[in-house]
């Protein structure tokens, strides 16, 4: 049974930094598509960041330069380093792993994708 669970968030003010992490279990980690979603009050989710299997990362205009998604095989761990946090950037993000790739590869989530409960990052200006 696959199981992710998210940490790290908290409130921080802006241009500060946080560090989100997934822990994963159930599947074999190191062959899935990896990723993070948030969702701010009122809006869709939205996709933040995905990791392929190969270490290949993409990003949402929205983290690029400022968001970093890496994954340690090791451990099962994704991980999320968010720096120069801005008030948008307020929002539950959820860890989700993808064993089809579509996320990684179109940037969209199918019925397969499983998903954490989220972690709540709170920005204030």
């Known amino acids: 049974q696959v199981q992710l669970v998210e940490s790290g968030g908290g409130s921080v003010q802006a241009g500060g930094s946080l560090r989100l992490s997934c822990a994963a279990s159930g599947y074999t980690y190191s062959s899935y598509c990896m990723g993070w979603f948030r969702q701010a009050p009122g809006k869709e989710r939205e996709g933040v960041a995905g990791?392929?299997?190969?270490?290949?990362?993409s990003y949402a205009d929205s983290g690029k330069g400022r968001f970093t998604i890496s994954r340690d095989n090791a451990k099962n761990t994704l991980y999320l380093q968010m720096n120069s946090l801005k008030p948008e950037d307020t929002a539950m993000y959820y860890c989700?792993?993808?064993?089809?790739?579509?996320?990684?590869?179109?940037?969209?989530?199918?019925?397969?994708?499983?998903w954490g409960q989220g972690t709540q990052v709170t920005v204030s200006s």
């Open positions: 989700v792993a993808d064993p089809k790739g579509t996320y990684c590869s179109g940037g969209y989530c199918s019925s397969f994708c499983y």
């Open positions: 990791i392929d299997s190969d270490g290949s990362t």
